[in-house]
Each structure stands twice: as structure tokens, then as C-alpha cells.
């Protein structure tokens, strides 16, 4: 059982961290050094609304494995 929360807990925070790469910035970098950022905000909608979802899922599912691992 400690295996298999184990392994799903790494699959999860992979899953976790191509759901944050993937996800679009506005300003990127450019806003940073000065750049024109424009700040507009613009909603989320069609895959980056599902990606943003999926990224707040599969961290309320590490957190829960985390914990979860914890306790066993």
C-alpha cells in the first residue's frame, strides 16, 4: 500500500508540473525587464480554462497523497 501512494504521488506531481508549464502567461518575461505589458486581463477559455482546472485538481490530490503518505 505505501508502494502504491508512493508511486501515484509522482505521477501526480508529474502530471502537476506539465499542468503549470503548459499554462499561457499574458506578459511572459518581457514585463519584467521593463517591457510593455499592457496589463490586460483576459479570461480563460476553451483548453486553458480545462487546463487551469486540471492544475488546481491535481494539486488538491498531491496534497492529499502527501498527507496521506504521512499518515501510513
Known amino acids: 500500500m505505501e508502494n502504491l501512494t508512493q508511486i501515484s504521488q509522482i505521477v501526480v506531481s508529474v502530471l502537476l508540473i506539465a499542468f503549470v508549464l503548459l499554462q499561457q502567461r499574458g506578459t511572459a518575461l518581457g514585463s519584467s525587464f521593463g517591457g510593455e505589458g499592457g ?5 480563460r477559455r476553451g483548453i486553458q480554462q480545462k487546463i487551469y482546472w486540471a492544475t488546481i485538481i491535481s494539486a488538491i490530490i498531491f496534497i492529499i497523497l502527501a498527507v496521506s503518505n504521512l499518515i501510513i
Open 39 to 43: 496589463g490586460f486581463y483576459s479570461t
